[in-house]
């Protein structure tokens, strides 16, 4: 169809205006402009808008995609998504943009004699199936490994587990969501039995006061934060940050409070013993529906190749854990935390105060932590003790940071341990999968095999000959980076990469294969607050590009596995979800049914008699409830959740003389993770173009380094010159630095530890010695 | 052919001024809100030349605190 310029800049215009304001609807919540002004916006043009949760992060946005001749062309906010009601952050804004940079992979690409050479898809997926054939006939099945995302759709994730686990019969399933949220699992699974929130974002609505452990939400989850914000108009509530930088969260914030790397554990504890010592306990719900525990304590760090954990838990009484909290006296902790004890009582006093609804959030500070579990399980408790949970806006929330790592990694279960209900090493649990999938119960190994760092290590020792990686970019991402990369470079390795545009790990690679991206195929995410969300396929993706779903189902059924991987093409996805409900059937985790996903903006499970659960655990909300009490938490055989004795331990590598600063690292507004699609989006990559290193403005004054100059980050495992940032968008305490990862010309995961929680397997990006130097 | 949109936030007391001072720059909008001290500004230029004239104008202005941009459009023209 013809458009005139005119028109066609008319409209863009409009589209620019329309984006303007909706960004500073995020800055200035309740701003309006002139009505004539905002009469004058596109109502559709030509457009045929169609539904989907947004390509990034996990908040799970709804967007509404403008469809023009067969390309997308604009995003908005779905005003009919209760999750963000029509509001869009700068990136969900431009996603449609990633589908369209100039570098897209549209054909296979297979290395030949040190060269890439151009394929069709029918003859690398033949050479990737006889590749893992003769690699499993030479070496065993643990030989060959997938490693997905919480990018990866449901679909796809669930195609991989059932080819690897259930067909191949390996447990070498990993996804990156093990980088970034596996200390949620276990702390939901140590402290509930049951995994992912108990509440929803409708709680922020309902709260009276914001913790924010860790998380710097209004660069990392902008939506959510500018409704709390919007909250703060309206009714006033609080929100305090709760760092160990200062960042634009803590700018808007009521009150900002900095402590010192690691030392949230203690400060948790503190706020524990000044709920117990004021005599702010919810007896009856602790008594009703708690249990006390502790576990092992030094654990280690799993710096050495093939670590092993198991904690031993072990109950314990109230007046053992009151004892215990004894040495996290407010005075006690201000010594070691660097907070005074006034804001750690200040902070226990909002938790304590029965009049106050109170959410705490958090993400990667505490999820990527040496003792992720374990700050898990101390927010939790902080909740269980003053019997704030479950209920609207009583809420202890972790968000995470991709669009499916809760729908895909969690709930699919691509994780070593994890099956799509329960895990490998529970007999039920196999012979249900077994089931499912239409093949034998021996086939599922009863043993894990390698969490990710391991499975890396794995690779680089010859015991893992063949990966094959999926949306995701290992290559900027994995600590310490140097030892893995130079792993896959090993002889004998044999490296397959799906992704969407060219990156340091299509770089390493044997086989690059070109993959449908997000709206370009049919799929589902699923969310933070347990929502799963459906998208059709909407434009055709450019070149030979496949999904990754029907990649894996091309490579199964060449690998003789045409009986389990029987879906139609132009059904597959449907077929896929109607198989993958099954295994969640059940009123404790009950999928919506595909028509009900595809006729609104999702629906969070547990789906039961036609309604979703906002608010699990609670009988007044959740139907699998059964315990007649008004709070049941199933996932413990005893219906009660456990108050954990957790206590504080230094991190494995902490600043010295040679080493003197705290390295942490994370991301920015503009960019989504490793920037592979963001920085092909101009207007992002103009604003963000390069990685910084942020000082302290006094560091920064006693080095003679100003914004811009050179600075040399040295740590025990390399060096890298970065211009430095000083007083720009964030300040780090004095003596820490922080370095965001986004981009991969500047690999700071180079120089960072690859310890992880003992228990989650999760790394500490967060937190190592570095020495920072004018260059 | 760039289209670009921007936040304008204004020093203290300068909302006003700003909006007059934008008003008057050719192939600029502006579009002020109503109850906070911020404003949207689109530009609407033929070419890389007249953005980098209209950009140092921008810059140029005294009541301007800060200017952010929010997106870019470059359109070719179709035929």
């Known amino acids: ?775 | 052919m760039p289209i670009k949109s921007y936040l304008a936030h204004p020093h203290n007391g300068q909302k006003e001024t700003l909006i007059q001072e934008l008003s008057a720059l050719k192939n600029c909008e502006v579009i002020p809100a109503e109850n906070k001290e911020v404003l949207i500004v689109v530009t609407d230029t033929d070419s890389k030349a007249e953005e980098d004239i209209i950009k140092e104008q921008l810059e140029a202005i005294t009541s301007l605190k800060l200017l952010a941009m929010v997106s870019g459009f470059n359109t070719p023209i179709k035929n």
């Open chain 1, 1 to 775: 169809m013809y458009t005139s310029v005119t028109n066609r800049r008319s409209f863009i215009k409009k589209m620019a205006i329309m984006s303007a304001m909706t960004a500073a609807a995020t800055m200035f919540p309740g701003v309006m402009f002139a009505s004539e002004q905002e009469q004058k916006l596109p109502k559709g043009g030509n457009l045929d808008w169609k539904k989907a949760p947004c390509r990034f992060c996990g908040v799970g946005c709804g967007v509404l995609v403008g469809i023009e001749e067969g390309k997308a062309v604009a995003v908005k906010g779905d005003p009919k998504s209760s999750v963000n009601k029509g509001l869009c952050c700068v990136k969900g804004y431009h996603s449609v943009m990633a589908m369209y940079g100039k570098d897209r992979l549209t054909k296979a690409l297979v290395k030949k004699n040190g060269k890439y050479v151009e394929t069709s898809m029918k003859e690398a997926l033949d050479l990737i199936a006889s590749k893992m054939k003769e690699t499993i006939k030479d070496h065993g099945k643990d030989s060959v490994s997938i490693y997905g995302s919480g990018q990866w759709t449901i679909p796809d994730g669930y195609v991989a587990s059932k080819l690897f686990k259930g067909c191949i019969g390996t447990n070498n399933v990993e996804a990156n969501a093990r980088l970034c949220m596996a200390s949620a699992v276990t702390g939901f699974l140590t402290s509930f039995g049951i995994d992912e929130p108990m509440g929803c974002y409708e709680d922020i609505d309902h709260a009276d006061v914001f913790v924010l452990w860790g998380n710097n939400m209004a660069e990392m989850h902008p939506v959510l934060f500018s409704r709390m914000l919007d909250q703060r108009l309206k009714r006033g509530v609080k929100i305090i940050d709760f760092a160990t930088r200062t960042t634009r969260t803590s700018m808007a914030a009521d009150k900002s409070i900095l402590f010192l790397p690691q030392t949230d554990l203690a400060v948790a504890n503190a706020i524990c013993y000044e709920i117990i010592k004021n005599g702010w306990v919810n007896k009856s719900f602790v008594e009703k529906h708690c249990n006390i525990k502790k576990g092992i304590t030094n654990m280690g760090y799993g710096l050495e190749d093939k670590y092993k954990f198991t904690d031993k838990p072990e109950e314990i009484s109230f007046e053992q854990y009151k004892e215990f909290l004894e040495d996290y006296s407010p005075e006690k902790v201000e010594k070691i935390s660097g907070i005074s004890a006034k804001d750690i009582k200040y902070m226990a006093s909002y938790y304590g105060d029965p009049n106050k609804k109170i959410m705490s959030l958090w993400c990667m500070g505490p999820n990527q932590h040496t003792r992720g579990t374990w700050i898990n399980n101390l927010i939790y408790n902080i909740h269980l003790l003053t019997g704030k949970i479950s209920t609207p806006g009583n809420s202890p929330f972790s968000l995470t940071g991709q669009p499916s790592a809760c729908g895909t990694v969690r709930e699919v279960g691509t994780l070593t341990h994890k099956l799509p209900h329960g895990v490998v090493m529970n007999k039920k649990h196999r012979e249900l999968a077994a089931k499912i999938w239409d093949v034998p119960v021996e086939n599922i190994d009863p043993k894990p095999t390698y969490h990710t760092v391991e499975m890396f290590r794995a690779l680089d020792r010859g015991d893992i000959k063949f990966m094959w990686i999926q949306v995701t970019n290992p290559m900027v991402t994995m600590p310490k980076l140097k030892r893995y990369r130079d792993a896959t470079k090993k002889e004998g390795r044999f490296i397959v990469v799906s992704d969407i545009y060219p990156t340091p790990t299509t770089d390493i690679a044997d086989v690059i294969l070109p993959s449908a991206m997000w709206v370009e195929r049919e799929g589902m995410y699923g969310n933070s607050e347990r929502r799963t969300q459906y998208f059709e396929q909407m434009v055709n993706p450019p070149g030979e590009a496949m999904s990754d779903t029907w990649q894996l189902i091309e490579v199964a059924k060449r690998m003789g596995f045409e009986k389990q991987f029987y879906y139609k093409e132009e059904t597959h996805i449907e077929e896929i979800y109607n198989e993958y409900r099954r295994h969640h059937e059940g009123k404790k985790h009950a999928m919506a049914p595909l028509e009900v996903l595809k006729s609104q903006p999702g629906a969070q499970w547990p789906y039961v008699d036609g309604k979703s659960t906002q608010w699990r655990f609670n009988a007044k909300y959740d139907p699998a409830c059964s315990n007649g009490e008004e709070f049941h938490f199933y996932g413990k055989k005893d219906g009660k959740a456990i108050i954990w004795q957790r206590p504080y331990e230094p991190a494995p590598e902490e600043p010295d003389t040679e080493y003197p600063y705290w390295l942490c690292t994370g991301r920015v507004i503009e960019h989504w993770h490793t920037g592979s699609m963001t920085r092909r989006i101009p207007v992002l990559h103009k604003a963000m173009p390069h990685g910084y290193v942020e000082l302290n403005p006094n560091d920064a004054k006693r080095m003679q380094i100003k914004t811009g100059d050179n600075v040399r980050l040295t740590t025990r495992r390399g060096e890298m010159i970065l211009p430095a940032a000083v007083n720009e968008r964030g300040v780090p305490a004095p003596m820490q630095v922080f370095v965001p990862f986004f981009d991969e010309n500047m690999l700071i995961n180079d120089l960072t530890l690859d310890a992880f929680c003992p228990i989650s397997k999760q790394p500490d990006y967060k937190k190592c010695a570095v020495k920072a130097e004018k260059a």
